[in-house]
Each structure stands twice: as C-alpha cells, then as structure tokens.
C-alpha cells in the first residue's frame, strides 16, 4: 500500500515536473458509457495552483471526451509515473472543471504556460485524494525527446482550421455527451 499525502508539497511538485508523461482518466456516468484515459505531458506542463489545486492548457488534436466527462460529473484521476530507475507512480483524484477563454480560470493556468496555438480550454482540478504506489511493475525507458506536432499542426491548420475542427470533432463524446459549444 502506498503513501496518501495531505497535499502537494514542494518536493511533490518538483517530482510530477520532472516526469516526461502523464495521463488523465475521466468518465461519464452511464453504465455502458466509455472510459477515457489520454496521455500528457510533460510534467512541467501541469500548473500547480495551491496544495489541492492542479491545471493545464487542453489542446484540439483528438476528441472532446475529458471536457464531456468533466461537464457531466466532474470526476477526474491524473497518474504520474516514473520511467527511470526510481519507480513510482502518484495519481491525483478529484474534480475537474472546464475553464474557457475569458473565464477567471483560464487565465490564470494560461498565464503560467507557454502560449500555444492549439489551445482550446484549460482544465482545473481540485484535488481531494494524492497517493502514490510502487511502480515496480512500470519499465525503465529512455527519453529521445518530447515532440511538437501538436504546435506544427495548429500553425498550419491557422484560427480557422482549428476553428472548423473543433466545430466538426469537439461538440459531443463518443458517447453523445456535450462536448464544446462552437
């Protein structure tokens, strides 16, 4: 059994920083409804807003299912784990919340991030449960380097292909669930 933590300290901030990859893990309601799991990164990218506070810049690039998820139940699990020698793994579990241009939110996680072209809502997460485990089963990998198709691909699309795939990929879920207004 591993550690439960009253907060994010700063030698926890420090350790999710450090990590190249992340994931986040939502899903809806309904019994026969799909869970989404979807990867991050790199840590770094994660803001952390207090003890019990995280956030990120949520990017267009695949579908709408964590902003789906969140609007309809709000229940979220970020997990970090450790790919050197080190194993670890610390999940995150709360709620989650969609901030939108404009919103108080939004500018306060995009104030603290690299502006990016693709970005299309801010995700911030009130944290009621930190843990970590062992990780041993989690393999030891090398980093070649964090890619940049996602800013390569909003730069060409240009506002208005981005504008166009959102309207025709991020309005609902695989499941039906409202996704983003266009």
């Excluded at 843990?131 to 989690?138: A, E, L, M």
Aim: proline share 7%; glycine share 10%; with cysteine.
């Amino acid at each position: 059994m591993g550690k439960v933590f009253e907060s994010i300290d700063e030698a926890l901030a420090s350790w999710i920083a450090a990590q190249p990859l992340w994931f986040v893990a939502t899903a809806p309601l309904a019994v026969d409804g799909h869970v989404n799991v979807s990867p991050r990164g790199p840590g770094s990218s994660l803001s952390i807003l207090g003890p019990h506070r995280v956030g990120w810049a949520d990017y267009t690039g695949s579908g709408v299912e964590t902003i789906a998820h969140l609007r309809e139940n709000g229940r979220i699990c970020l997990m970090f784990a450790s790919f050197d020698r080190r194993p670890r793994i610390v999940r995150l579990h709360g709620r989650g919340n969609v901030a939108l241009p404009g919103d108080l939110a939004y500018d306060e996680v995009a104030a603290q991030r690299p502006s990016h072209p693709s970005t299309r809502a801010v995700i911030v997460v009130d944290v009621d449960r930190i843990s970590d485990s062992c990780g041993h089963g989690v393999p030891i990998m090398d980093l070649v380097e964090q890619r940049d198709l996602l800013r390569l691909t909003a730069n060409k699309k240009g506002p208005e292909g981005l504008a166009s795939e959102r309207a025709q990929k991020n309005t609902t879920s695989i499941d039906g669930l409202p996704g983003l207004e266009t």
